[in-house]
């Protein structure tokens, strides 16, 4: 069982950054892609992006692609997701994710292993 600890969330205005950070109980660089998902208030939660377990491949949700960048430290069993030029419509809960394929963490069905969720605002 793995278990993922998410941390960084809070209160930004738009147009500011925030940086979300996910530890993983067990090293999971060469068992699991990682990856960030978001559930707004009313919503379905949604992909937002991903990283395979070497760190070479990414794959971004349309909605933040060039203002989000996801790392990882395999070190640290760590995976970071760089959030900037935050707006509104980004406001959620965001989940870390893992699962044993690059492509079955990109749906919500795919994901084997979920943080307990951290909520970021942006208020206008």
């Known amino acids: 069982q793995v278990q993922l600890v998410e941390s960084g969330g809070g209160l930004v205005q738009a147009g500011g950054s925030l940086r979300l950070s996910c530890t993983t109980s067990e090293r999971t660089s060469d068992k699991y892609t990682m990856g960030w998902f978001r559930q707004a208030p009313g919503k379905e939660r949604e992909f937002v992006v991903c990283i395979n377990w070497s760190g070479i491949s990414t794959n971004y949700a349309a909605s933040v692609k060039g203002r989000f960048t996801i790392s990882r430290d395999i070190a640290a069993n760590t995976v970071s997701l760089q959030m900037n030029s935050l707006k509104p419509e980004d406001t959620a809960v965001y989940y870390c994710?893992?699962?044993?394929?690059?492509?079955?963490?990109?749906?919500?069905?795919?994901?084997?292993?979920w943080g307990q969720g951290t909520q970021v605002t942006v208020s206008s």
């Open positions: 994710a893992a699962g044993r394929s690059f492509g079955s963490v990109q749906s919500p069905s795919g994901v084997e292993y």
